[in-house]
């Protein structure tokens, strides 16, 4: 019946239906029954399986036999549905049975393991009830065992004191120290059971038993020592036992006898070099170190073998005698400083420290870390002088040597050593003394920078040994910096704090003063120079070649070009006269910029080993930062005078370029007289100084761009100058510029064998101010056929102009003022729409209503500019 009904709903009410699956359900369907058959897929299209099926009319006569076959299959498919949906009727009846079974059988489990839990519990009270016994009985054992091992400590300790008791008497001091050795550590386990009156009893008796001890040997030692020294080889072993007892007892016991022996070691040196005798004084210090190595060895042989080696009692008695020493000499320093000079104190401070080094050497200084806390040691550079070659910078570490203090590192003894404790024990009383030392250090230095100041007074640098060798620093550069070396260590062996601060100002005052009387004030004055033009071709020489060469000339305008000519020169001869520098003005400049160079690197080297010397908590304090600006401005003040001498030497041409008659000028040649004039400036000038300045090549390429900045600046400032100038007189003056422009370039390497490549920065430098010269003369040269278009080719080439700039520009071409201020107006327009990014029709508007403005050359000269680049790529 239920069969029937499932076939019923499937015929009424699926079977016509089309059902839609999600796609989750139809790749899950795909994964699990894969097929192929277009049947099956999702995207199934009845139409395009039919004409696949049925392509052409003719398949059509076999439709019956499709027809059957498919009917054929839904009859199966049919049939295979009604089994599964019969199939799963009885699916929930099932279901529900498994779950029953399930819950029985967790019921059962359930029981089970309640059973397991009783039993479980069951056997472990079992348990307990058997091993209950076995504990106590554990317990006691434990008990017995601890009280056994606590009687038989408290026989050894009662036995122990009793024994002690009985050795104290004898004084049978080997036998106490192990004795009571264990009795204190049996001592230790009773700790917790002091509130017991006999455990405290004992403990009482202990201490009292140390007490005498300590009293005892204390009495011992002091009788032994009442006379001239222990006699009896007993008495030496019983005292060294004695010792053995102090090591065990308590520790205020070992160091009062400690302190009291070494006093009584010293009490004969106090009454030897006590104030009122002679040997007290400084001059006489080395006799207070030989008597307390004689004493150490007498010590060591008579007395060192009843001392624990341990104890470093020859180390005590040594500290302590530096101790001694140093208050006393601290007092008799502070009544008598009067007395006091600089070559005593060195005498003193070199005895003491080489005293101090031998202590440093023979003893670890263990003593003195147990007696306070000191400093740990640290490491530092050994402060030993080392030779180099005269003439070097005594600051800077040879390679040699390096080379040598790396194959001495490669052994166990290094270049750095550990600093002793013993070092400065006694010196450090002299330290507020040294100020005696600085000062006379300050005289020494004064002596020597007078002596400097006469030596160069006298000699000067030699001109005939700058043109062979080149300039070298002055030798009192050296000398005073090797006395600056010797100076810094002697005091870095005296003392690192203050006077070594000291020190510093002394080093800073005297480096200040020879910057000033050593250098800046033996540079030449120009009124006090004499004048080169003798080495130089004269400017008539030059007038007569130039005139010879323009009569050769066919042009009509050449009778009057000479006659400027001739006039113009004659201009610049008498300006030529102006004093210059000589060639010993020059050396003696370029020397004092190389000494000062080679004092500007030494000071810093200098500072580096100051802050190196002195205390870490000094360092900060050190500055020479003053000192080396003075010889930087030094170097920049001779820079200065070089590039003002050959500037001064440049602007007899530069005027003459400026008074030119560049209107009429009627045709371009070669290169002008002027250009020929600075070039021969140039190759005279720059050899000289460049060989001068071999050792500082740096100063040179500085000087050469210092000198072509000014130089551009001038040259522009001249070419303002040339008004009017014609077409023709612009074009010359281009072809000038570009020869100028060319010897610049090659200004650092002029007159050189070897083809040196100027620095980038310098070349760069040269072709944007040449350019702009340049520039201005092509603006000049400019023939535009309209105002509008003049501005707009001067704003291109002239981008950064501004209307003063371009006001002297329409001065050079020639410009009534009365047109000037029509241009003047149009180019502020021009920068304005440029500024403001608009068109340029504001330009065409004025143009054409100012047609009749500017009157502006041919149309056919605008082709000179190109043909004048033509000339000059032949002539480069």
């Given at each position: 019946m239920a069969a029937q009904d499932v076939d019923d709903f499937l015929d009424d009410e699926l079977i016509n239906q089309y059902i839609v699956f999600p796609p989750e359900v139809i790749a899950a369907i795909d994964q699990v029954f894969p097929s192929q058959d277009p049947l099956d897929r999702a995207d199934f299209n009845p139409v395009d399986y039919i004409n696949n099926l049925f392509p052409t009319e003719q398949?059509?006569?076999?439709?019956?036999?499709?027809?059957?076959?498919?009917?054929?299959?839904?009859?199966h498919l049919d049939s295979e549905i009604k089994s599964c949906i019969r199939s799963q009727s009885g699916v929930s009846q099932d279901g529900a049975a498994a779950l029953e079974e399930a819950q029985r059988a967790i019921c059962q489990l359930f029981a089970r393991i309640k059973d397991i839990r009783a039993k479980a519990e069951k056997s472990e009270h079992t348990v307990r009830e058997i091993t209950r016994d076995i504990k106590q009985l554990d317990i006691a054992k434990r008990n017995l065992t601890s009280a056994i091992t606590t009687l038989n400590h408290l026989h050894f300790l009662v036995f122990g004191v009793d024994q002690l008791e009985s050795l104290c008497q004898k004084r049978q001091y080997s036998e106490i120290a192990s004795l009571l050795q264990g009795v204190s550590r049996v001592m230790e386990h009773f700790t917790p059971y002091l509130d017991?009156?006999?455990?405290?009893?004992?403990?009482?008796?202990?201490?009292?038993?140390?007490?005498?001890?300590?009293?005892?040997?204390?009495?011992?030692?002091?009788?032994?020592?009442?006379?001239?020294?222990?006699?009896?080889?007993?008495?030496?072993?019983?005292?060294?036992?004695?010792?053995?007892?102090?090591?065990?007892?308590?520790?205020?016991?070992?160091?009062?006898?400690?302190?009291?022996?070494v006093s009584l070691q010293l009490v004969e040196y106090s009454h030897l070099f006590q104030e009122s005798e002679e040997n007290a004084w400084l001059d006489r210090i080395d006799r207070r170190y030989a008597w307390v190595k004689r004493h150490l060895l007498s010590f060591e042989e008579r007395m060192g073998r009843i001392f624990p080696v341990d104890w470093e009692m020859s180390e005590r008695i040594a500290v302590e005698f530096c101790n001694l020493t140093r208050n006393e000499l601290t007092k008799i320093m502070a009544k008598r400083v009067n007395e006091i000079d600089v070559k005593l104190l060195l005498f003193t401070l070199q005895k003491t420290t080489q005293f101090e080094e031998l202590l440093s050497r023979r003893f670890t200084g263990l003593s003195m870390e147990e007696l306070g806390p000191t400093e740990k040691p640290k490491k530092v550079e050994s402060t030993n002088p080392f030779e180099e070659p005269a003439g070097k910078n005594p600051f800077e570490e040879e390679e040699e040597s390096e080379n040598q203090v790396?194959?001495?590192?490669?052994?166990?003894?290094?270049?750095?050593r550990t600093v002793s404790p013993f070092h400065g024990l006694i010196s450090r009383c002299f330290e507020n003394h040294l100020n005696i030392f600085v000062e006379s250090q300050d005289k020494n230095m004064a002596e020597l920078m007078d002596r400097f100041v006469a030596d160069l007074k006298t000699q000067g640098p030699s001109l005939a040994q700058a043109e062979i060798e080149g300039c070298c620093v002055l030798p009192s550069c050296a000398d005073l910096f090797v006395f600056y070396k010797k100076c810094l260590l002697q005091c870095a062996q005296l003392s690192t704090g203050q006077p070594m601060l000291a020190l510093t100002s002394v080093f800073k005052k005297y480096l200040r003063e020879y910057a000033s009387r050593l250098l800046q004030s033996n540079l030449p004055r120009p009124n006090n120079a004499s004048s080169i033009a003798p080495v130089l071709p004269s400017m008539s020489s030059l007038t007569k070649d130039f005139t010879r060469e323009l009569r050769d000339l066919s042009s009509a305008g050449a009778a009057g070009l000479i006659q400027n000519f001739q006039s113009l020169l004659k201009e610049g001869d008498i300006s030529s006269n102006s004093p210059r520098y000589t060639k010993d003005d020059i050396a003696r400049i370029c020397?004092?910029?190389?000494?000062?160079?080679?004092?500007?690197?030494?000071?810093?080297?200098?500072?580096?080993?100051?802050?190196?010397?002195?205390?870490?908590?000094?360092?900060?304090?050190?500055?020479?930062?003053?000192?080396?600006?003075?010889?930087?401005?030094?170097?920049?003040?001779?820079?200065?005078?070089?590039?003002?001498?050959?500037?001064?030497?440049?602007?007899?041409?530069?005027?003459?370029?400026?008074?030119?008659?560049?209107?009429?000028?009627?045709?371009?040649?070669?290169?002008?007289?002027?250009?020929?004039?600075?070039?021969?400036?140039?190759?005279?000038?720059?050899?000289?100084?460049?060989?001068?300045?071999?050792?500082?090549?740096?100063?040179?390429?500085?000087?050469?761009m210092r000198f072509v900045n000014a130089f551009m600046a001038r040259f522009v400032q001249q070419l303002y100058k040339c008004k009017p100038v014609g077409v023709v007189g612009a074009e010359q003056l281009l072809l000038d510029t570009h020869?100028?422009?060319?010897?610049?370039?090659?200004?650092?390497?002029?007159?050189?064998?070897?083809?040196?490549?100027?620095?980038?920065?310098?070349?760069?430098?040269?072709?944007?101010?040449?350019?702009?010269?340049?520039?201005?003369?092509?603006?000049?040269?400019?023939?535009?056929?309209?105002?509008?278009?003049?501005?707009?080719?001067?704003?291109r080439l002239l981008p950064d102009s501004d209307p003063s700039e371009f006001q002297k520009i329409l001065d050079m071409k020639g410009v009534r003022r009365s047109d000037q201020q029509l241009l003047v107006d149009l180019f502020r327009a021009h920068q304005t729409s440029q500024g403001e990014q608009e068109d340029n029709t504001p330009y065409s508007a004025v143009s054409t209503s100012n047609a009749q403005g500017m009157p502006l050359s041919p149309d056919h000269e605008s082709s000179r500019i190109k043909k004048l680049e033509k000339l000059i790529k032949r002539r480069l």
């Amino acid at each position: 019946m239920a069969a029937q009904d499932v076939d019923d709903f499937l015929d009424d009410e699926l079977i016509n239906q089309y059902i839609v699956f999600p796609p989750e359900v139809i790749a899950a369907i795909d994964q699990v029954f894969p097929s192929q058959d277009p049947l099956d897929r999702a995207d199934f299209n009845p139409v395009d399986y039919i004409n696949n099926l049925f392509p052409t009319e003719q398949s059509l006569s076999n439709i019956e036999e499709v027809i059957t076959d498919f009917q054929g299959k839904i009859r199966h498919l049919d049939s295979e549905i009604k089994s599964c949906i019969r199939s799963q009727s009885g699916v929930s009846q099932d279901g529900a049975a498994a779950l029953e079974e399930a819950q029985r059988a967790i019921c059962q489990l359930f029981a089970r393991i309640k059973d397991i839990r009783a039993k479980a519990e069951k056997s472990e009270h079992t348990v307990r009830e058997i091993t209950r016994d076995i504990k106590q009985l554990d317990i006691a054992k434990r008990n017995l065992t601890s009280a056994i091992t606590t009687l038989n400590h408290l026989h050894f300790l009662v036995f122990g004191v009793d024994q002690l008791e009985s050795l104290c008497q004898k004084r049978q001091y080997s036998e106490i120290a192990s004795l009571l050795q264990g009795v204190s550590r049996v001592m230790e386990h009773f700790t917790p059971y002091l509130d017991i009156p006999q455990v405290k009893q004992l403990a009482d008796q202990l201490d009292q038993i140390e007490k005498r001890l300590g009293d005892q040997i204390s009495s011992d030692f002091k009788e032994a020592f009442s006379g001239s020294g222990p006699k009896q080889p007993s008495t030496l072993t019983q005292l060294s036992e004695a010792c053995s007892v102090l090591n065990v007892i308590e520790p205020r016991f070992k160091r009062e006898i400690m302190r009291w022996f070494v006093s009584l070691q010293l009490v004969e040196y106090s009454h030897l070099f006590q104030e009122s005798e002679e040997n007290a004084w400084l001059d006489r210090i080395d006799r207070r170190y030989a008597w307390v190595k004689r004493h150490l060895l007498s010590f060591e042989e008579r007395m060192g073998r009843i001392f624990p080696v341990d104890w470093e009692m020859s180390e005590r008695i040594a500290v302590e005698f530096c101790n001694l020493t140093r208050n006393e000499l601290t007092k008799i320093m502070a009544k008598r400083v009067n007395e006091i000079d600089v070559k005593l104190l060195l005498f003193t401070l070199q005895k003491t420290t080489q005293f101090e080094e031998l202590l440093s050497r023979r003893f670890t200084g263990l003593s003195m870390e147990e007696l306070g806390p000191t400093e740990k040691p640290k490491k530092v550079e050994s402060t030993n002088p080392f030779e180099e070659p005269a003439g070097k910078n005594p600051f800077e570490e040879e390679e040699e040597s390096e080379n040598q203090v790396s194959s001495v590192q490669d052994q166990p003894t290094t270049e750095l050593r550990t600093v002793s404790p013993f070092h400065g024990l006694i010196s450090r009383c002299f330290e507020n003394h040294l100020n005696i030392f600085v000062e006379s250090q300050d005289k020494n230095m004064a002596e020597l920078m007078d002596r400097f100041v006469a030596d160069l007074k006298t000699q000067g640098p030699s001109l005939a040994q700058a043109e062979i060798e080149g300039c070298c620093v002055l030798p009192s550069c050296a000398d005073l910096f090797v006395f600056y070396k010797k100076c810094l260590l002697q005091c870095a062996q005296l003392s690192t704090g203050q006077p070594m601060l000291a020190l510093t100002s002394v080093f800073k005052k005297y480096l200040r003063e020879y910057a000033s009387r050593l250098l800046q004030s033996n540079l030449p004055r120009p009124n006090n120079a004499s004048s080169i033009a003798p080495v130089l071709p004269s400017m008539s020489s030059l007038t007569k070649d130039f005139t010879r060469e323009l009569r050769d000339l066919s042009s009509a305008g050449a009778a009057g070009l000479i006659q400027n000519f001739q006039s113009l020169l004659k201009e610049g001869d008498i300006s030529s006269n102006s004093p210059r520098y000589t060639k010993d003005d020059i050396a003696r400049i370029c020397t004092i910029l190389t000494t000062a160079e080679y004092c500007l690197e030494t000071t810093q080297q200098l500072e580096g080993k100051l802050k190196e010397k002195v205390k870490p908590t000094l360092a900060d304090k050190i500055d020479l930062g003053s000192e080396q600006d003075l010889f930087g401005s030094v170097i920049s003040q001779c820079i200065q005078l070089l590039v003002a001498d050959l500037e001064g030497a440049c602007e007899p041409a530069l005027i003459t370029m400026a008074k030119t008659a560049w209107q009429t000028w009627e045709s371009v040649g070669d290169q002008s007289q002027y250009v020929t004039l600075m070039t021969s400036q140039f190759k005279h000038y720059i050899p000289f100084i460049r060989d001068c300045l071999t050792s500082s090549r740096k100063y040179f390429t500085q000087f050469c761009m210092r000198f072509v900045n000014a130089f551009m600046a001038r040259f522009v400032q001249q070419l303002y100058k040339c008004k009017p100038v014609g077409v023709v007189g612009a074009e010359q003056l281009l072809l000038d510029t570009h020869m100028l422009k060319t010897a610049l370039l090659d200004l650092p390497s002029v007159g050189s064998q070897v083809a040196r490549k100027p620095p980038a920065s310098y070349s760069k430098m040269v072709v944007k101010g040449m350019t702009r010269a340049e520039m201005i003369l092509k603006v000049v040269m400019d023939a535009s056929d309209t105002n509008a278009k003049y501005v707009a080719h001067y704003t291109r080439l002239l981008p950064d102009s501004d209307p003063s700039e371009f006001q002297k520009i329409l001065d050079m071409k020639g410009v009534r003022r009365s047109d000037q201020q029509l241009l003047v107006d149009l180019f502020r327009a021009h920068q304005t729409s440029q500024g403001e990014q608009e068109d340029n029709t504001p330009y065409s508007a004025v143009s054409t209503s100012n047609a009749q403005g500017m009157p502006l050359s041919p149309d056919h000269e605008s082709s000179r500019i190109k043909k004048l680049e033509k000339l000059i790529k032949r002539r480069l």
